[in-house]
Nanobody, 119 residues
Framework: QVQLVESGGGLVQPGGSLRLACRAS????????MGWYRQTPELARELVAS???????NYADSIKGRFTISGDLVQSTVDLQMNSLRPEDTAVYYC?????????????WGDGTQVTVSS
């Protein structure tokens, strides 16, 4: 069973920064993506940012210019640098791996880490 271990959440004031990190318990090497999603009690889980072994990087419009995803997909690690945080960024952030094997896709989720932006 694959485990994704997240770290770096916490409480920060508006305008502040946080860095999230995610490490997978195994290496996937190819045909997969790693990224971050977030969820609040009011909203469904949504993509924040992801990066893929095909070179694709995706960002939600709401965080473009403020958040940066980086990582080492050979080592199956991914980080999310979050700057200029706003109260509306408050959510539980989840790390996700999508691994494609032939016609199948396997999804793995972390347990989530709370990010709270408040003064």
């Amino acid at each position: 069973q694959v485990q994704l271990v997240e770290s770096g959440g916490g409480l920060v004031q508006p305008g502040g920064s946080l860095r999230l990190a995610c490490r997978a318990s195994r290496r996937f090497m190819k045909d997969y993506s790693m990224g971050w999603y977030r969820q609040t009690p009011e909203l469904a889980r949504e993509l924040v940012a992801s990066m893929s072994t095909d070179g694709t990087t995706n960002y939600a419009d709401s965080i473009k210019g403020r958040f940066t995803i980086s990582g080492d997909l050979v080592q199956s690690t991914v980080d999310l640098q979050m700057n200029s945080l706003r109260p509306e960024d408050t959510a539980v952030y989840y790390c996700k791996v999508e691994h494609r094997v032939g016609d199948f896709r396997f999804d793995y989720w972390g347990d989530g880490t709370q990010v709270t932006v408040s003064s």
